[in-house]
């Protein structure tokens, strides 16, 4: 009797191409903004995953970008390409490469470059040359985050580029890393993700976010195969369940929390649950409030405090209500709870760390030097975590 086969392992390398069960809009209407919750199933896969981990997604370009770059380039898309960062075994097609491969976005310095080298325009020269001296660095640099491959090409249409030379210029085509927002213990063949949806306009052209487009418009549910990886973490709940947890995430940041709450009140956790959520309006964007609301009357979420950035005149968000609650919040820390932060790294994770800073030097009677070092042994002992993006 031959030995059984051993499932096969999927990676970043090796993605398994999962289907979207669910596909939910969070917001209600009036927002201004698009939230979505959405259900991976892992049936058919050997993945596994934990409460703080992250889900990799390989998303797939827009059909209206690509068909914009194939109308400038006047290339059909059957066109045979290499492109050298990808090391492929063999050529693919043109379509291939930018619907799945390569990054429409975020030209570099070299496209113009090439323009400037193959434009017969003398005005589009002058303009590309000007865009190249030293002294336009900055101005070459804004210029640059303001297009994207497509409106590049089509601005400068006297510049006649082959397939070839245009995907030696371009980047991969990169995973988007998720937070995943729910616990193996409540639902083990599945992965729920937070995601915000991302549209805006620049040069007076509609934009997208790839990946959170891809997985709101381009996917079909139940149907459309998702490459998906699971991108193991440090982040996550304490291994001891009696330690007390605040978690502060605001927006998409309380994906992971979503997850830690479900895998503390599954797992019989005694210690004590503190969540921080805030948004804009609570009317309408009030994430998994249900949810939020039913842990709140079973005594599984001890502490709810929410901030409302556009509900009233002053803008109230997260850190405030950590430092209205100073004393509490000390109280937990010192007692030996655990701090976490899932969230936007440039703003609010700074203002929540400053706020985390000034509560522990005023409530711990500490210098700021001293109240340094503590966060410092803090973060040593994996009770202050963050995940920030």
Same mark, same amino acid.
């Given at each position: 009797?031959?030995?059984?086969?051993?499932?096969?392992?999927?990676?970043?390398?090796?993605?398994?191409?999962?289907?979207?069960?669910?596909?939910?809009?969070?917001?209600?209407?009036?927002?201004?903004?698009?939230?979505?919750?959405f259900?991976?199933s892992?049936?058919g896969?050997?993945?596994?995953y934990?409460?703080g981990?992250?889900l990799?997604?390989?998303?797939?370009?827009?059909?209206?970008?690509v068909?914009?770059?194939?109308?400038?380039?006047?290339?059909?898309?059957?066109?045979?390409?290499?492109?050298a960062?990808?090391?492929?075994?063999?050529?693919?097609?043109f379509r291939?490469?930018?619907?799945?491969r390569?990054?429409?976005g975020?030209?570099?310095?070299?496209?113009?470059?090439?323009?400037?080298?193959?434009?017969t325009d003398a005005?589009?020269?002058?303009?590309l040359?000007?865009l190249?001296?030293?002294?336009? !660095?900055?101005?070459?640099?804004?210029?640059?985050?303001?297009?994207?491959?497509?409106?590049?090409?089509?601005?400068?249409?006297?510049?006649?580029?082959?397939?070839?030379?245009?995907?030696?210029?371009?980047r991969?085509l990169?995973?988007?890393?998720?937070?995943?927002?729910s616990?193996? !213990?409540?639902y083990p063949?599945?992965?729920?993700?937070?995601?915000a949806?991302?549209?805006?306009?620049?040069n007076g052209i509609?934009?997208a976010?790839?990946?959170s487009?891809?997985?709101s418009?381009?996917v079909?549910?139940?149907?459309?195969?998702?490459?998906?990886?699971?991108?193991?973490?440090?982040?996550g709940?304490?291994?001891?369940?009696?330690?007390?947890?605040?978690?502060v995430?605001?927006?998409t940041?309380?994906?992971?929390?979503?997850?830690?709450?479900?895998?503390?009140?599954?797992?019989?956790?005694?210690?004590?649950?503190?969540?921080f959520f805030?948004?804009?309006?609570?009317?309408?964007?009030?994430?998994y409030?249900?949810e939020?609301?039913?842990?709140?009357?079973?005594?599984?979420v001890?502490?709810?405090d929410?901030?409302?950035?556009?509900d009233?005149e002053?803008?109230?968000?997260?850190?405030?209500?950590?430092?209205?609650?100073?004393?509490?919040?000390?109280?937990?820390?010192?007692?030996g709870g655990?701090f976490?932060?899932?969230?936007?790294?440039?703003?609010?994770?700074k203002?929540?760390?400053?706020?985390?800073?000034?509560?522990?030097?005023?409530?711990?009677?500490?210098?700021s030097?001293?109240?340094?070092a503590?966060? !410092?042994?803090?973060?040593k002992?994996?009770?202050?975590q963050?995940?920030?993006?």
């Open positions: 009797m031959s030995a059984p086969v051993a499932a096969s392992t999927f990676t970043k390398e090796n993605p398994f191409p999962a289907k979207i069960t669910e596909n939910r809009l969070l917001n209600k209407p009036g927002s201004a903004k698009e939230t979505r919750h259900v991976v892992l049936a896969s050997d993945l596994t934990k409460a981990d992250s990799g997604i390989y998303p797939t370009n827009r059909e209206i970008d068909a914009a770059i194939l109308t400038r380039l006047r290339a059909t898309g059957d066109e045979l390409v290499s492109p960062m990808l090391k492929l075994p063999e050529p693919i097609t291939d490469a930018l619907l799945h390569l990054a429409l975020s030209p570099t310095a070299k496209l113009v470059q090439l323009l400037a080298a193959k434009a005005a589009e020269q002058a303009k040359n000007g190249l001296v030293p002294e336009s !660095k900055e101005v070459l640099s804004t210029f640059l985050a303001n297009h994207e491959y497509a409106d590049l090409l089509n601005a400068f249409p006297s510049a006649a580029i082959t397939p070839q030379e245009l995907v030696d210029l371009m991969k990169m995973p988007r890393l998720y937070s995943i927002a616990s193996p !213990k409540v063949q599945e992965i729920h993700l937070t995601v949806v991302v549209r805006y306009q620049t509609e934009r976010g790839v990946c487009t891809f997985l418009d381009r079909q549910v139940g149907n459309t195969p998702v490459p998906v990886f699971v991108s193991n973490s440090h982040f709940p304490p291994e001891d369940g009696a330690k007390d947890c605040i978690m995430g605001p927006g940041g309380i994906a992971p929390f979503r997850a830690f709450v479900q895998d503390r009140v599954a797992s019989g956790a005694t210690g004590r649950n503190w969540v805030g948004d804009q309006k609570h009317a309408t964007d009030y994430l409030e249900e939020w609301n039913d842990y709140v009357a079973k005594g599984q001890h502490r709810l929410l901030a409302w950035s556009r009233q002053e803008k109230i968000y997260v850190q405030d209500k950590m430092l209205a609650n100073a004393p509490e919040i000390w109280a937990w820390v010192s007692g655990y976490y932060v899932c969230g936007d790294a440039k703003r609010m994770a203002d929540v760390d400053a706020a985390l800073h000034e509560i522990i030097a005023e409530e711990g009677k500490m210098s030097d001293d109240a340094t503590y966060i !410092k042994q803090l973060k002992d994996k009770r202050y963050r995940d920030v993006y």
